[in-house]
């Protein structure tokens, strides 16, 4: 897996993805995206099978290795359509569904909605939560190819599903996310 951190584009949430095509300049246009990102403060973490047309570090975790990890994820069941309500169950839920590692240690946090327009002006609206911890890797190859899906749940777009492994990856983690409300904000 391919990983980059480029500066954040002051482009609309829903376009995003296309400006990030251009990072895979020979990727045809009808095949599906390759990549998966995340959005901090002042820059994007661009994580691809590919790799991008910038600064990149190729990443391959370790069996046997303990990493921190970092997500952004839409908890849900049946194809989006059955939230996972409770910080417990959204637990065993990424419990459950991570591949080729074990979780150590996972909190949840609940985030507002991501909201935004898509080009059409149609609205989305995506319920989302933060999940932060520590796992232990037992199958490098099978944890790769979860890392490169986007893990678990069904939002992959809108700088959800990216697993950050912040010491492996060598990318900087805001302590707030984007989506997050602040005090005095």
Known sequence: MWVAQIPKPRVPLASLHRLLFAYFPDHPANAPRPFLFRIEHDSLILGSTLKPSCAAKHVQPQAGMTYQFDAIVKPMNGGGRNPIDGNARRRDWVARNLRGAQIGYCEVYDLPDLRTRKSDGRRIVVPVCRVVG???VTDADEFIR????????????????????????????????????????
């Open 134 to 136: 520590a796992l232990t």
């Open 146 to 185: 979860f890392l490169r899906r986007g893990g678990p749940g069904t939002a992959k777009a809108y700088g959800c599903g990216m697993w950050v492994l912040p010491e492996l990856m060598e990318v900087s983690v805001g302590r707030h996310h984007p989506f997050e409300r602040r005090a005095g904000r």
